[in-house]
């Protein structure tokens, strides 16, 4: 893929230096409180220095459960778009790209043009991100297959592709996992024989150590662990165990059996200082992980990839509230052939799934009190069927039901046909960009406070996860157009842009209009030059 020319802002709150990106930025928000009976909104305003490093590095990734359907198929779209591959189906020749990822395959509007016709460019040109052809992966899976008999079994990828890869893959054999059948299915206990065997404190020191050589081994700068292995069952949560990372050690050296192996990676992964993030909907990060990170100053995010059928659920029902119509009713039904139906015909796993896809609509639904009582909540049903024949095209069938003027009813019914593997691996590969862009950016109000980091729980990868973590006490987020519009934001406020109002007065209001037309409109003086923080190169 051609590599794409970088963003240059002209402005006096934009500072530009070999190392950092620097920004003065007026984050604005508005104070809502009550008086009696009346509603008093106050605007408030903080000034913020945001930096962001402009050096990428060297970045590997490493996925628990490689040699999976998701961990083979990007691995292939990696390579396939590195080399720039063609290859011939029934329908003719197809072209290697990154359709579906948000970096690669998205745009935002920047601005507007001398006429005032919105100006679009690809989100990857924003801000320094790492270019996906310069990824190094590596990975663990219980299964000793290589990428390329991986790939073959996945049954996902286009045969003619599958030739040209094929020679590559097959030098690519994932690590050695952990296994433990208490935690998944019983039914792929016939693939697990590429195993790190003893305690599970002796799996977390092999597990750091595959992450040790694997940096050493490529040089990298940095390593992103991400897991795309089985659904786990939840674990069970229990004080003095999951609650502290104090607790969690102890646990891990007493082979607590309530320690599950995404923990385990996890834990493995910080005290690497590596990002973690967690693609599956187990409860993999407990409070003890996330004070892990915290403590380690490095990040996690999760859970479960966000594929098309729970965008268009957020999506739906955000339209739905948002019109003033009252969704009542949401049926998912689900049915696919490939191993992560396999595992999910399992109760408990299922009871994982089940769990992250009802919670989806939650917030969009609490923002309306005029249409839901306090407690009040749609009717949220969720089935997952196994069906070894559609392999990894899995159908999803949903019904939402809705009230509309005087309690009569609306029902709109969605069938999906979709690739899993094709709509998860471009929400892998942002995930991994755009955690190790965020990780990248920091921020600080007065140049007395040292720079700080986000929160160790990296919130803001929402958009791409099904039920995403946030940090204590803060709101979860579900509406897919606010977490697409937060990630958009947090790029722009970097480089001391405000964020899209989408108001057009320019083309509303008669002199805007004329300033447009004759010019004027650009010559505009700028508002007073805020004082640059670093203006003396402090950094």
């Given at each position: 893929m051609e590599k794409s020319p970088s963003l240059v802002i002209t402005s006096p709150n934009v500072k530009y230096t070999d190392e950092y990106i620097y920004s003065d930025y007026q984050y604005?928000?508005?104070?809502?409180?009550?008086?009696?009976?009346?509603?008093?909104?106050?605007?408030?305003?903080?000034?913020?220095?945001?930096?962001?490093?402009?050096?990428?590095?060297?970045?590997?990734?490493?996925?628990?459960?490689?040699?999976?359907?998701?961990?083979?198929?990007?691995?292939?779209?990696?390579?396939a778009n590195r080399h720039q591959l063609s290859w011939n189906t029934k329908n003719g020749q197809m072209d290697s790209n990154w359709v579906g990822s948000i970096t690669q395959a998205?745009?935002?509007?920047?601005?507007?043009?001398?006429?005032?016709?919105?100006?679009?460019?690809?989100?990857?040109?924003?801000?320094?991100?790492?270019?996906?052809?310069?990824?190094?992966?590596?990975?663990?899976?219980?299964?000793?297959?290589?990428?390329?008999?991986?790939?073959?079994?996945?049954?996902?990828?286009?045969?003619?592709?599958?030739?040209?890869?094929?020679?590559?893959?097959?030098?690519?054999?994932?690590?050695?996992?952990?296994?433990?059948?208490?935690?998944?299915?019983?039914?792929?206990?016939?693939?697990?024989?590429?195993?790190?065997?003893?305690?599970?404190?002796?799996?977390?020191?092999?597990?750091?150590?595959?992450?040790?050589?694997?940096?050493?081994?490529?040089?990298?700068?940095?390593?992103?662990?991400?897991?795309?292995?089985?659904?786990?069952?939840?674990?069970?949560?229990?004080?003095?165990?999951?609650?502290?990372?104090?607790?969690?050690?102890?646990?891990?050296?007493?082979?607590?059996?309530?320690?599950?192996?995404?923990?385990?990676?996890?834990?493995?992964?910080?005290?690497?200082?590596?990002?973690?993030?967690?693609?599956?909907?187990?409860?993999?990060?407990?409070?003890?992980?996330?004070?892990?990170?915290?403590?380690r100053g490095t990040f996690v995010a999760g859970d479960d990839f966000k594929s098309g059928q729970t965008k268009l659920k957020s999506v739906l029902v955000d339209f739905l509230v948002s019109a003033g119509l009252k969704p009542v009713s949401i049926v998912s039904y689900n049915h696919l052939g490939n191993n992560d139906g396999k595992n999910l015909s399992a109760p408990k796993q299922f009871r994982s799934k089940e769990i992250t896809k009802s919670n989806v609509v939650d917030d969009m639904v609490e923002s309306n009190s005029?249409?839901?009582?306090?407690?009040?909540?749609?009717?949220?049903?969720?089935?997952?069927?196994?069906?070894?024949?559609?392999?990894?095209?899995?159908?999803?069938?949903?019904?939402?039901?809705?009230?509309?003027?005087?309690?009569g009813t609306n029902t709109l019914v969605v069938h999906n046909t979709c690739e899993d593997s094709l709509l998860a691996v471009p929400l892998i590969l942002d995930l991994v960009l755009l955690a190790d862009l965020f990780a990248r950016m920091s921020f600080r109000d007065t140049e007395a406070r040292p720079w700080s980091s986000m929160h160790a729980v990296m919130s803001p990868l929402a958009y791409l996860l099904k039920a995403p973590l946030v940090p204590a006490g803060a709101p979860v987020v579900n509406a897919l157009f606010k977490q697409r519009a937060n990630i958009e934001n947090?790029?722009?406020?970097?480089?001391?842009?405000?964020?899209?109002?989408?108001?057009?007065?320019?083309?509303?209001?008669?002199?805007?209009?004329?300033?447009?037309?004759?010019?004027a409109l650009f010559n505009s003086p700028p508002n007073k030059k805020q004082k640059l923080a670093h203006a003396n190169g402090d950094q």
């Open positions: 604005e928000e508005t104070l809502v409180t009550r008086n009696g009976d009346d509603i008093v909104a106050k605007p408030i305003r903080k000034s913020l220095n945001i930096r962001t490093e402009r050096k990428v590095g060297k970045v590997g990734v490493m996925l628990v459960g490689w040699g999976g359907n998701n961990g083979s198929t990007f691995t292939a779209a990696v390579l998205s745009t935002v509007r920047l601005g507007f043009d001398e006429k005032g016709n919105d100006v679009h460019i690809p989100m990857c040109n924003l801000l320094p991100m790492i270019h996906p052809d310069d990824l190094v992966i590596d990975g663990w899976d219980i299964s000793p297959l290589n990428l390329a008999e991986s790939m073959v079994r996945a049954k996902v990828i286009d045969y003619d592709l599958q030739q040209k890869l094929k020679k590559e893959m097959a030098t690519m054999k994932p690590r050695p996992a952990i296994y433990d059948p208490d935690f998944i299915a019983a039914n792929q206990a016939d693939r697990a024989t590429n195993l790190i065997r003893g305690t599970r404190h002796e799996q977390y020191l092999q597990v750091r150590a595959d992450i040790k050589n694997f940096r050493d081994k490529n040089k990298l700068d940095k390593v992103i662990v991400l897991w795309t292995a089985n659904t786990e069952r939840f674990c069970e949560v229990r004080a003095g165990v999951h609650d502290t990372s104090e607790n969690l050690e102890r646990a891990l050296r007493d082979n607590d059996p309530e320690i599950s192996p995404s923990t385990i990676f996890a834990l493995a992964a910080i005290d690497e200082n590596c990002i973690y993030i967690n693609g599956s909907p187990q409860n993999t990060l407990v409070a003890g992980v996330v004070e892990r990170a915290e403590l005029i249409l839901y009582k306090p407690g009040e909540k749609p009717d949220h049903v969720v089935v997952i069927k196994y069906v070894p024949y559609v392999g990894d095209s899995k159908r999803a069938m949903d019904e939402y039901t809705s009230e509309i003027l005087l309690h947090l790029m722009r406020a970097a480089l001391a842009l405000q964020p899209n109002h989408h108001m057009q007065l320019e083309h509303k209001i008669p002199f805007l209009m004329s300033e447009l037309q004759s010019g």
